[in-house]
């Protein structure tokens, strides 16, 4: 244990988490398969969380009262230095709050509190966003966990699937250069099975806003190996995504928001999507992660 890292452990399972971004970095089970994305060079990151926004603003601008803030894409959490406030065998927690740096971005006061528990098959993230101010809190949350893809060796991507646990047939939102299109493409998702291949992200994410499901589970189609079930509560819409030109991982995204409409250009507090919090209100999301082999 460090101060820039944390492990949990519950039985076979380990999760290490970052100071840096409250990002989760590794999450193994007992026969040592890894689920989380490395971060190599086609894409950095392993499990950012996207706070105050989901996806990207218009020109990256956000306009309050009068004045213009520089915001790119994502919002800034997942690169700011978060506070540890606990740190357990099982659980640890981690807290940014709002400071003159975040105040030269986004004019407003919060607290965001990241909280990971484990036990013996899965882990739970909890976000809370709590508005320490006195005006109402604009603000978007999601979560952008990128998983190996294969999740073992030597097995084809395309033999992976997505089971979700309702049928998910109304038409999908995609983004173009980051901005939500208004036009929407036919559901991927036949029934409540999306088979995944790489040519599915050549328009980049998948968007699924509203989503039907609180759960998908994630493995080979002819059902051996490791898997995973991701589950989400409080959350809206869901972002699938891996890189266009193709790359080993698959993202399982879900947020409480998404991307400005390319359309779209107005005060931030009218942007679709997001949540509005009342001085003192707070708001809890959360998704857990359960892996297995069968």
């Not at 995609?174 to 599915?200: F, H, I, K, Q, Y």
Request: charged share 20%.
């Amino acid at each position: 244990m460090t101060d820039d890292t944390h492990t949990l452990r519950s039985g076979s399972l380990t999760a290490t988490i970052k100071a840096h971004g409250a990002e989760l970095c590794s999450l193994t089970d007992g026969g040592g398969t890894e689920f989380i994305w490395q971060a190599g060079p086609e894409w950095q990151r392993h499990a950012p969380l996207l706070f105050p926004i989901v996806g990207r603003l218009g020109n990256d601008e956000m306009r309050h009262l009068g004045k213009t803030y520089r915001m790119t894409q994502h919002g800034f959490a997942r690169d700011s230095r978060f506070t540890w406030a606990e740190r357990g065998e099982r659980s640890c927690a981690l807290v940014l709050e709002d400071s003159e740096a975040t105040r030269a971005l986004y004019p407003f006061a919060f607290r965001l509190i990241a909280t990971y528990t484990i036990d013996e098959a899965s882990l739970d993230l909890a976000l809370t966003v709590v508005n320490t101010g006195d005006e109402t809190l604009p603000v978007s949350v999601g979560g952008h966990p990128a998983f190996n893809w294969p999740l073992q060796a030597g097995v084809p991507k395309e033999s992976y699937v997505l089971t979700f646990t309702e049928e998910e047939p109304s038409p999908v939102r995609r983004v173009e250069a980051g901005l939500l299109l208004a036009a929407t493409d036919p559901s991927p998702v036949r029934g409540t099975v999306l088979a995944l291949s790489e040519s599915l992200f050549t328009n980049d994410a998948v968007i699924l806003a509203p989503v039907n499901s609180d759960a998908v589970r994630y493995a080979a189609g002819h059902g051996a190996g490791p898997w995973l079930r991701m589950s989400w509560r409080g959350f809206r819409e869901l972002g699938i995504w891996s890189k266009p030109t193709g790359a080993p991982f698959l993202c399982i995204e879900p947020w409480r928001g998404y991307a400005s409409p390319k359309e779209f250009d107005g005060e931030f507090s009218d942007k679709p999507g997001l949540m509005h919090l009342a001085p003192g209100a707070a708001e809890e999301l959360s998704y857990r992660i359960e892996v297995g082999s069968s």
